[in-house]
């Protein structure tokens, strides 16, 4: 008798953001700059930055999200056989976040490891225990999203340090025999696009109001306007490509979970794939863009505002340096 593959299923969602609240405010008085301006251009109100000895590193973040999945999922830490975190800014350039978690969680049935993929890295985290999971290689596992992009910004560069900030999301997923979980996931890259968005050497300038946070020896560097236009083609048809695939049509669809970038990328997709802002999360206005780890967060904070039913369909879209991009859709299970 064939074996029937197992599937995916998200069982427990988590997330963590650091304290400190940059306003835009704020940033009038570090740059040439307007509260008007970044709302306008970005929907973004403030976000939050983490600050060095308050517990709230790249593993601290990654660790409280985790905790809190966990939690929800039921499971002890032991059981957890895959640990896959996606991020660009771990606190050490090796080992990986994932094994300084695992240490954190005493998750030592588990093998970790760290996935590159600018902003999309939850999605092709996702994936990977995915695949792992359909291969009968893997129960257990944890994934997540986490960046503190506060550590590459140039904070004299106006276009970029008004945009990014920090946080951390984690989801534990299952193998199960039950139908649903996650329907398919796809990635896609475009290497031949990495300058639109690239980390360079940098200057370590820390403007006076944000002394005490933790910066890295390079900045972020992005040509916002050309990657803005890439951004809205690629996310609509990839959304396309995963809703194709699965035979359904955007009105299958409960929520889109979209990547916080920029609302009017998030506006514009909404209007391409004819979906209803009143279907789409958005928190950007609240935390700005925090790369890997704004997917999972939006997707924490609607599963515990109750925003998602057992057996609705969710969809997610990011995309980010590489440039790489990617969607996946789930058909809810908790
Ligand atoms: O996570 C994935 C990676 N990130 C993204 O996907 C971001 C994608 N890009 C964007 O979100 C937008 O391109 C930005 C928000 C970065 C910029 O918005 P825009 O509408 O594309 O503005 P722009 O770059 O065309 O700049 C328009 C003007 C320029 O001034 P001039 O040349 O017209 O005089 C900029 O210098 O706005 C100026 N500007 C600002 N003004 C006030 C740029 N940044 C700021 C700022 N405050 N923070």
Not at 94 to 123: H, Y
Not at 289 to 300: E, R
Request: net charge neutral; charged share 20%; hydrophobic share 40%.
């Amino acid at each position: 008798m064939a074996k029937m593959m197992p599937h995916t299923h998200i069982i427990g969602t988590g997330s963590s953001i650091p304290k400190r609240i940059l306003s835009n405010k704020d940033l009038e008085g570090i740059v040439d700059t307007t509260d008007e301006w970044i709302i306008q251009r970005t929907g973004i109100k403030e976000r939050r930055i983490s600050v060095k000895g308050e517990r709230e590193s790249t593993t601290d973040l990654t660790t409280q999200a985790s905790v809190k999945a966990i939690e929800m999922a039921s499971i002890s830490p032991k059981s957890l056989d895959m640990i896959v975190v996606g991020t660009v800014t771990g606190d050490r350039m090796f080992p990986s976040t994932a094994c300084m978690v695992q240490e954190a969680l005493n998750a030592e049935n588990a093998m970790a490891f760290d996935v590159s993929a600018g902003c999309t890295g939850f999605l092709y985290a996702l994936s990977m225990a995915d695949n792992a999971i359909q291969c009968g290689t893997c129960k257990n596992a944890l994934v997540v999203g986490v960046d503190r992009l506060s550590s590459v910004v140039n904070w004299q560069d106006r276009g970029t340090c008004v945009l990014l900030a920090d946080g951390a999301g984690a989801v534990v997923v299952t193998s199960a025999t039950e139908q649903g979980g996650i329907l398919s996931t796809h990635l896609k890259s475009d290497g031949k696009l990495w300058e639109l968005l690239y980390s360079s050497d940098g200057n370590n300038h820390i403007p006076k109001i944000l002394q005490g946070i933790d910066i890295k020896p390079f900045h972020l560097r992005m040509d916002g306007n050309r990657l803005f236009k890439r951004a809205v083609g690629y996310l609509s048809s990839i959304a396309n490509e995963a809703l194709e695939h699965n035979s359904l049509t955007i009105k299958d669809i409960g929520l889109l979970v979209p990547h916080q970038a920029n609302i009017r990328i998030i506006k514009a997709v909404s209007k391409n794939l004819y979906i209803p802002m009143e279907r789409v999360y958005t928190n950007i206005h609240r935390y700005g863009n925090t790369s890997s780890a704004s997917i999972p967060i939006a997707l924490d904070e609607a599963n515990r505002e109750n925003m998602l039913s057992k057996g609705d369909h969710v969809l997610f879209v990011s995309f980010g340096a590489g440039l790489t991009w990617g969607a996946s859709i789930v058909r809810w299970s908790i």
